[in-house]
């Protein structure tokens, strides 16, 4: 999880108004809001870094599920080539599970690609 400093207080006044833009900026900026772009929100890396990995474990969680009680899917090929000791069933399956996740990742990739605009300068 990313920590946010804050380096100075919002003060609100009920009775003027005072600090209500401050206020609203603030929480935009926090939230990813962007003026400038049309439709607001910008997807950040993190949310991306975050979907990467959870697209990740959620293939293994299914192949993993597979393999302990199912009776077809990569997982169940795996298992029953294992249990033949048939090495090339093994490492055929957990080829195109790679290939499989590898897909994924490049499509996630690819729309991360599209969605954000900046980067950081290269130090």
Not at 1 to 23: N, R
Not at 45 to 50: P, T
Not at 57 to 77: D, H, M, P
């Amino acid at each position: 999880m990313e920590a946010h400093a804050v380096t100075a207080g919002v003060w609100l006044s009920a009775k003027t108004g005072d600090g209500i833009e401050l206020l609203t900026d603030t929480i935009a900026d926090a939230v990813g809001f962007n003026y400038r772009e049309e439709g607001g929100f910008m997807a950040r890396e993190r949310h991306f870094a975050s979907l990467r990995s959870a697209v990740g474990f959620a293939l293994i969680g299914a192949v993993v599920a597979e393999y302990l009680g199912a009776n077809a899917g990569v997982g169940y090929r795996i298992q029953a080539s294992e249990s033949q000791l048939d090495t090339s069933g093994v490492f055929g399956g957990l080829a195109i599970l790679m290939g499989l996740v590898f897909l994924v990742d490049t499509g996630i990739r690819a729309v991360q690609r599209r969605f954000i605009n900046w980067k950081a300068p290269a130090l």
